[in-house]
């Protein structure tokens, strides 16, 4: 498999999901680039924006086993991971997975459970197995999450720990459609049922984990510039000297940031990264990451502003 095979396969199913979710291109690619990086991905956005059903379609074209948990304030540990129950047939022990155990886990309105539940998902995505009671049972080798929240609404909401959001590779922000496209998704779908069915959609699988891991062993080989290496660094240093930034980003988002830019660089058909690769990615990867200066919130200032003033004033290599 080249890179070019890849770009080919990645539009197929940029066209694919693009019939059924109108106007969430550069979501679906970041969702691309994060499965081809081995990461995971937070959507926030107001209800009604296709996140739930952007996933679904992902998982559907990519033959991925998928579930979704819908987290809630008496949602417990054990209900995402699984627990150990006794059988009185055998007078043993039995394992009984959680809905984690698949390959696509959409967990829909993260932050409305407590921290002790959401802690259930950091073993399980950074390495990919969870254990229970000293005991550690692996994960599917797709595994992703995909995890969403809604901006708006903080009464009965838990904050996500800065451990449980450094999990995340993105962090995206789910905009409105532009006018035009919500025209063309009303003319579409205005006559389907509130919750479309895929099959009806004509929603067909274009690659499955197979591809996948080839994919990603293309991503791994990818050789990244020395001079890509030192602008990755001097943007993640910069980080922490910005006055804006009481708190700035962490080694695992440099390393986070040179994967999804080699995972980034595949999908558009190229075996090289360019700057333009590392700073299309660069408000993903960092907005939920860094603490903003209590001056800076006081002003009402945003992670995106100050990650876009440090984008202008760290220079990119030629």
């Not at 197995?129 to 009464?155: C, M, R, W, Y």
Request: net charge negative; aromatic share 6%.
């Amino acid at each position: 498999m080249n890179v070019e095979e890849i770009r080919e396969r990645f539009e197929e199913l940029r066209v694919a999901v693009g019939r059924v979710v109108l106007g969430q291109e550069k979501t679906m690619r970041l969702l691309a680039v994060a499965l081809f990086a081995e990461g995971h991905a937070l959507l926030e956005g107001v209800p009604g924006t296709a996140k739930t059903l952007l996933a679904r379609c992902f998982a559907a074209c990519l033959s991925l086993e998928f579930k979704r948990i819908q987290f809630t304030p008496d949602l417990m540990p054990g209900d995402v991971v699984g627990t150990n129950l006794f059988n009185f047939q055998s007078n043993a022990f039995s394992f009984a997975p959680g809905p984690i155990f698949t390959q696509f886990l959409l967990a829909d309105e993260i932050n409305r459970t407590p921290p002790k539940t959401q802690s259930a998902l950091l073993e399980a995505m950074e390495e990919r197995k969870v254990t229970i009671d000293g005991t550690s049972h692996a994960l599917s080798e797709g595994f992703i999450v995909v995890a969403t929240q809604n901006p708006i609404e903080h009464e009965g909401t838990y904050p996500l720990p800065e451990a449980q959001l450094d999990r995340f590779l993105f962090k995206v922000l789910i905009d409105y459609p532009s006018r035009d496209q919500e025209r063309e998704m009303v003319r579409i779908h205005g006559h389907q049922r509130v919750i479309p069915d895929l099959q009806e959609l004509g929603l067909r699988p274009v690659a499955d984990l197979a591809w996948i891991g080839e994919a990603r062993a293309v991503v791994r080989s990818l050789r990244l510039a020395d001079e890509l290496v030192d602008y990755i660094v001097a943007l993640v240093h910069a980080t922490r000297s910005h006055p804006s930034i009481q708190f700035g980003a962490s080694p695992r988002s440099a390393n986070m940031l040179a994967t999804s830019s080699r995972a980034l660089a595949v999908l558009e058909g190229r075996d090289f990264v360019i700057p333009d690769d590392i700073q299309f990615l660069f408000r993903p990867v960092m907005r939920h990451r860094l603490v903003l200066s209590p001056a800076a919130e006081v002003e009402g200032r945003s992670a995106d502003e100050v990650v876009g003033q440090i984008l202008d004033q760290v220079e990119a290599p030629r």
